[in-house]
């Protein structure tokens, strides 16, 4: 116990260790057992962490009511630091933290694609600020609760929940998130295809795509029949694009 109050003192977190207890035991336990690791991390690794210390005790002083998402990005930070005992933990934290684990599961079913997108997303919201991470944390919230109640369905939940994640943490840009609405919907191999018509059926065409991701379940669901008739159109009929394309759009603006 001495060794892990001289690491939180050394560290300057006296102040706050009220504010992180009243999270719970679990949070508490990282962050002293973070603290204890960094005595024996080096002196860069040390400098580093003093530093989110720091942040973390002027944003708990500033917005204690809000303090979890606070705590929990710090020890994600931290851990990813100290993290000798690599990514895993960093990524298992994220999505313990998010409410993820009873989920798990079902998107793991799904095949690695989604599984890694979500853990990417999930580990990105970490670093990504206070304010996203409470929005995302909505998201999974949905996410999962949509998931326990239409576990069979459970691909476009899965695919919406990823849009509008990778649109909360694009830093990347919004072009990510376009490129996988348009590979979920099944149109990446006719995208030269419509290309080829001009930028304005394309840019149509990427429009709906993204706004799909936030147009709920069934919507997808009916939009992915189009897509997939279209695919197969353009496959048949690729000289005859335009009226099919045309057709396409005025459906799915529908």
Do not use: C, E, M
């Not at 072009?175 to 080829?196: E, K, P």
């Amino acid at each position: 116990k001495d060794l892990v109050d001289f690491a939180l003192n050394s560290l300057g977190l006296g102040q706050v260790i009220d504010t992180i207890q009243a999270l719970g035991t679990d949070y508490w336990n990282q962050i002293k057992q973070i603290a204890t690791q960094l005595l024996f991390a080096g002196q860069q690794i040390w400098q580093q962490a003093t530093v989110v210390f720091q942040q973390l005790v002027a944003d708990l002083q500033n917005h204690a009511t809000d303090a979890l998402p606070l705590v929990v990005q710090a020890i994600g930070q931290l851990t990813a630091l100290v993290g000798q005992s690599g990514k895993r933990d960093l990524v298992d934290f994220a999505l313990n933290s998010l409410g993820l684990g009873q989920a798990i599961d079902t998107i793991q079913a799904l095949g690695t694609d989604y599984w890694n997108q979500i853990k990417q997303i999930a580990t990105q919201l970490l670093f990504a600020g206070q304010q996203i991470w409470q929005q995302a944390t909505v998201v999974f919230q949905q996410l999962v609760a949509d998931l326990q109640n239409h576990a069979t369905d459970a691909l476009p939940l899965v695919v919406q929940a990823i849009g509008q994640l990778t649109a909360l943490v694009g830093q990347s840009g919004k072009r990510d998130l376009v490129d996988f609405a348009l590979n979920s919907l099944g149109l990446g191999q006719v995208i030269d295809t419509i290309q080829a018509l001009g930028t304005d059926y394309w840019n149509q065409i990427k429009q709906i795509a993204t706004q799909l991701l936030f147009a709920g379940q069934q919507i997808w669901q009916q939009a992915t029949v189009v897509f997939q008739q279209l695919v197969a159109d353009l496959q048949n009929h690729a000289t005859d694009a335009l009226p099919l394309v045309v057709q396409a759009i005025g459906q799915l603006t529908a």
